[in-house]
């Protein structure tokens, strides 16, 4: 970019962020004029310690040696994890970190810039950004998580900020631990959780307690708790120094009795920030102003001080200003949201911390470690694996046996391993009559090593169909076609299991296949659809549906139980009952979409009444020694719609009539839902309903790799994994599996046919002689 472009430069917010964008933008272009506004003094900050990663600090050192230079002499570094559960320790190592004390790195950054001649406006309000940017070619919003600059312009950066329910507070202990430590406290008042990391060496030949602060080195300290158990506790009543107090007593173990100190510290509750746009004319937010991570994965000043680089290279490499800020946005948004989704997976892992306390120890240590879902099962093996061992013999894996390959028992049905290939509905069905193509389909995911494999939801009825492509069981020839597909996949995989989803449509029958319109009302041919209150799934869109009354609800109850009979008939091992989605009894189960003032509306339990009636009715008559599942959405997507409670309530619900696993799915209830969609995105749900409950789960949604599978089964949020895509993609995903871990045993065998295809094929040529020489 021409340097006539960007002459003069503001930056409103003295923080890391904020001046390693000025001392970037200065180095570069020396003739610039830039000035930084800092209300507070030079060595006033909050927080003690900052933790960066080996790739944020590869950037630094590729950008300005001379930061990285003095970060390098002052950072902490190790590599081990402590976890403090129920008074024993768990060790984890291979991690890798470093750290520094906060005022270390502004005192470096303040050194930087005015070597550069950046101005350091210190004790002094900024002016606001529209007056700055009347006099700036380029203002930089790097004033924190409460930016005054997003709040005045809110309209053009459009931001969400989310409050969420834990309470933290920031300490110090004045010695350095050996390690990362998570300790949990179980007091009377509640589960208190303890974060700490040590962020400055013992200053050499220091000795006992008597010496000055800071000489035996300094941790960071976060306690963190549940609104519940602070208050519980009385530290809302508290101030700082006898908070401080309190938190020092809890976890005096950790501390060796020593005492803990604050700066300024009060209890928070931690704040999401996003936003729609992070510019507006020659403004643009950096840092927390523009998105926050939870400090529970320690992104947030590593997140500011990669935007300060990307923003630099992108002001230096284009060709002017509208493109630069356009650039780095897109440069830094999916970064920014992949970091957000992992830490509100951390942060959510935290609001739960209760529900896991009772998992073994190994176990507990491992969901820990493994919570945001960036650290993974293969990856810990690769980085300790003494300690993964540990947990895969705890969990019961045979030697040499991944997690995901155990068996597991349900009622008289033991499958041979943990996949499960999902319900995906593939509307290839004539007069509901599952044909050659839902046999190839369904046998190939069979042959491919999946232990159950569960058909699209067969519908009860015609009027029950979702397309006219659906597949039913509502006659005997139906169930006559059924039974072929059941015994090719019995005789061609003897071991693997084939399970049979049953559903009714509900207000979102009657519309065209998948790919010609999904949820769209057929061009013609329509049939009615009913639901439980008369509200359309799109509004102008579909039609009304007619309300069930009585009469009509024992019909249906009645094809449930028929289809079930028929489906026992067929040979299926194991029954699903669906009421998610927002079809027929997943309609009942909402509150946006049951509003019926009758004895099957109002109140959950209420709207309980007719699911649950079915489920009894269905159980009756399915096979005692036959496993029931049922498929729920464990939220809505959409406000005022099912709670997490709710989901709690449902599932335990079913798991009392008899349930032998929960199916947690998530929304397709409302046409206006807004899912999180994300790597694992529903898994969350699924974790909560089993830890809260101890019922066995079944998880589903966007999981996609042998490894995320592993991690979930040994972290207990799952009991079986569900993928749908993955199968669509490679029908012998299971197989494939098996062969790049290594694994060969009974959870998963190649048809013999296909043994000789068992090993990983070569895609290259690998006897090449390898380069010896480098001519210059």
Known sequence: MPSSDTRRIAVIGGGPGGLYAAALLKRLDPGREVTVWERNAPDDTFGFGVVLSDETLGGIEHADPVVYQALSRAFVRWDTIDVVHRGVTQ???GHGFAALGRRTLLRILHERCA????RLRFRTEAPPAAELAAGHDLVIAADGVHSATRQAHARHFRPVVTGHRNRYIWLAADFALDAFRFEIAETRYGVMQLHAYPFSRPSPGHHSRTTPQ???????VIVEMREEVWRAAGLDVCDTARSAG????VFAQALGGRPLRSNRSSWLTFTTVTNARWSHGRTVLLGDAAHTAHFSIGSGTKLAVEDALALAAAIEEQPDLPTALTVYEAERRPVVLSTQRAAAASLRWFEELPHYVDQPPRRFAFNLLTRSRRVTHDNLRLRDPGFTGAVEEEFGCPPGTPPMFTPLRLRGLELRNRIVVSPMDMYSAVDGRPGDFHLVHLGARALGGAGLVMTEMVCVSPEGRITPGCTGLWTDGQAGEWARITGFVHDAVPGAAIGVQLGHSGRKGSTRLMWEG?????????WPVSAASPLPYAQGVNQIPR?????????VREQFTEAARRAARSGFDLLELH?????LLSGFLSPLTNVRTDAYGGPLENRLRFPLEVFDAVREVWPADRPMTVRISATDWARGGTSDEDALTVARAFATHGADAIDVSTGQVVSGERPEYGRSYQTPYADRIRNALEVPVIAVGAISSWDDVNSLLLAGRADLCALARPHLYD?????HAAAEQGYAGPGVSWPLPYRAGSRTPPTGRTDAPRPRLTLN
């Open 731 to 735: 029908p012998h995903w299971t197989l």
């Open 579 to 583: 009421c998610a989605h927002g079809y």
């Open 115 to 118: 070597s550069l001649g950046v």
């Open 518 to 526: 999904m949820d769209l009302p057929l061009e013609e041919g329509n």
């Open 246 to 249: 309190l938190c020092a007593e």
């Open 547 to 555: 309300a069930l009354d009585r009469a009509g609800m024992d019909v």
């Open 91 to 93: 060790t984890s190592g």
């Open 214 to 220: 800071h000489a035996s080195g300094a941790s960071t």
